[in-house]
C-alpha cells in the first residue's frame, strides 16, 4: 500500500487528492508495470466504473480508486521477479553482483548519505559467501526477509551456529 501511495503522491501533481486518467498508465509503470498496454489500463479504469470511452479529458481519479485499481495486479507480482528488478538497478555494470561501488553510486542517486564503513557493513551482512559482493540469490534471501523480526531469518540452517 505505501508503494501505490508514493506513487500516486508523485502524479499528484496538483496536490489535491487526485491524478488525471491520462496518468494511469504511467502510475501503473512507475508501480513495476512496464509491459501495460492501454487496453488494459482502460479495463482496470472500467473496474472502477471510470469509462474513458466518454472522451472527459478532465476525468480523475482518487487515491482510493487507483488503489482499487491496482491492487489486484499488485497481488499477482512474483515477489522474486521484482526483487530481480531492483537487483538490476543496482548491478548497474551487469556483473551479476552488487558490489561496494554500485552500492555507493546508488545510494548517492537516491540521496543517502552512508559512509564508505555504513556501506561496507551492508555488504558485509548480505554477502553469505564472503566474496566481497553480493548476488542475485543472497540480494533476494535479504529482501525477502527484511520484514521478518527474526534477525537470523535469511541464514539457512545449515550454515555455521553462532
Known amino acids: 500500500i505505501d508503494e501505490i501511495k508514493e506513487v500516486f503522491r ?5 496536490q489535491n487528492g487526485s491524478i488525471h486518467v491520462r496518468d494511469a498508465k504511467a502510475a501503473c509503470r512507475a508501480l513495476g508495470f512496464r509491459d501495460i498496454k492501454k487496453k488494459e489500463v482502460q479495463s482496470m479504469l472500467l473496474s472502477i466504473n471510470k469509462n474513458v470511452e466518454d472522451k472527459n479529458y478532465d476525468m ?36 551479476g ?15 543517502e548519505r552512508y ?5 561496507q557493513q551492508m555488504i ?18 535479504v529482501m525477502k526477509n527484511r520484514g521478518s523480526s ?5 541464514w539457512s540452517s545449515d550454515e555455521e551456529d553462532i
Open 150 to 154: 527474526d534477525p537470523f531469518a535469511c
Open 97 to 111: 553482483k552488487i558490489s561496494f561501488k554500485n552500492l555507493k553510486k546508488v545510494s548517492l542517486e537516491l540521496g
Open 124 to 141: 558485509d551482512e548480505a554477502d553469505f559467501d564472503g566474496d566481497g559482493a553480493i548476488n542475485k540469490e543472497e540480494f533476494y534471501k
Open 10 to 14: 508523485l502524479f499528484d501533481e496538483e
Open 60 to 95: 480523475r481519479i482518487t487515491r482510493t480508486e487507483f488503489t482499487e485499481m491496482v491492487w489486484p495486479k499488485m497481488l499477482s507480482r512474483d515477489p522474486k521477479d521484482e526483487a530481480m528488478k531492483i537487483f538490476d538497478l543496482f548491478d548497474e555494470d551487469g556483473t
Open 115 to 119: 559512509t564508505d564503513e555504513e556501506i
